[in-house]
């Protein structure tokens, strides 16, 4: 199967930083567009940021010139710096790898467990 990991959330102050990373295993035979997604109670998963695998990254207006997403396809990993954060920014994240598995045709979606980022003083 396939497995995604998240690790760097945490607590931070208003205009503080975080890194989040994201590693995705196993029986991974291609391994598509990979992403960020935030969500806090009450409402849907957001796309936050996302990269494909020729490293062409897409963008919320939220978080347009604060967030950088990168990803280091040898290790199946992405990164996401997150700059200037604010209280609006704190949410559970998840990660979401688009992935075709080996010896199938099919592509899927495979999330992490998710880690929490919380911006307050």
């Known amino acids: 199967q396939v497995q995604v990991v998240e690790s760097g959330g945490g607590l931070v102050q208003p205009g503080g930083s975080l890194r989040l990373s994201c590693t995705a295993s196993?029986?991974?035979?291609?391994?598509?567009?990979m992403g960020w997604y935030r969500q806090t109670p009450g409402n849907q998963r957001a796309l936050v940021a996302k990269?494909?695998?020729?490293?062409?990254?897409t963008y919320a207006d939220s978080v347009e010139g604060r967030f950088t997403i990168s990803r280091d396809n040898a290790k199946r990993t992405i990164h996401l710096q997150m700059d200037g954060l604010e209280a609006e920014d704190t949410a559970v994240y998840y990660c979401?790898?688009?992935?075709?598995?080996?010896?199938?045709?099919?592509?899927?979606?495979?999330w992490g467990q998710g880690t929490q980022v919380t911006v307050s003083s």
């Open positions: 990269i494909t695998k020729d490293d062409v990254p």
């Open positions: 196993g029986m991974i035979y291609i391994l598509f567009d």
């Open positions: 979401r790898a688009q992935v075709r598995r080996t010896g199938k045709f099919d592509i899927n979606n495979y």
